[in-house]
């Protein structure tokens, strides 16, 4: 297995820009790190467990991949606009009314988030299977990614926490933005 690639292809996907890192990014500005935190904890056991179900599931999936993903397409595009929707009209001075901020919205926005769900039956049928088929070395590789996953889940809040003031002083460009940003991640899915 090429390490390299396998690390990079990681690193690359988890870090850029998608539904789950936009949303920590909004819920950090709106409020806080310590709910942005709750949601990343609920995204890496989302990603973890998905990454368990990509490599245990693998042979069956490539079976039934088409309709699968046209299924996943449908849900994870309503979410995202859903959860564009809620950032758009984000009310601040209300933190209890945000119910994308909870361990569960961050484990369940894995199973939605097309980017997360394409990722998680890629990389190990296409790094880590064709290389090492034991249980152990799958289980090492998933422990490997879903740190790489926290990692990027950890640095966008860390990127909304140290921006916090900024963003603070123009709340309604910001969410604006975050939500502009969903609903375009959205429709690319079926570009």
């Not at 994870?76 to 994308?100: E, F, H, W």
Request: hydrophobic share 55%; aromatic share 14%.
């Amino acid at each position: 297995m090429n390490i390299a690639s396998f690390l990079l292809y990681c690193f690359i996907v988890t870090f850029t820009p998608g539904p789950t890192n936009i949303v920590i990014l909004s819920t950090t500005h709106n409020f806080g790190t310590k709910k942005a935190i709750k949601y990343t904890y609920g995204a890496t056991v989302g990603f973890g467990l998905l990454l368990v179900i990509s490599a245990i599931l693998n042979t069956i999936l490539i079976t039934v991949i088409p309709k699968i993903m046209i299924v996943m397409q449908i849900i994870g595009s309503c979410y995202m606009l859903y959860l564009a929707v809620l950032i758009y009209r984000m009310d601040t001075s209300n933190p209890k009314g945000n119910q994308t901020a909870s361990f569960m919205s961050g484990f369940l926005m894995q199973f939605l988030n097309p980017k997360v769900v394409l990722f998680t039956m890629t990389v190990i049928p296409g790094f880590v299977m064709p290389h090492y088929m034991g249980m152990t070395p799958l289980m090492i590789c998933i422990i490997v990614i879903t740190l790489i996953g926290f990692l990027a889940f950890i640095t966008w809040v860390l990127f909304g926490a140290i921006f916090k003031e900024f963003l603070q002083r123009h709340t309604k460009t910001v969410n604006v933005m975050m939500a502009l940003s969903l609903a375009y991640a959205a429709v690319m899915i079926w570009m």
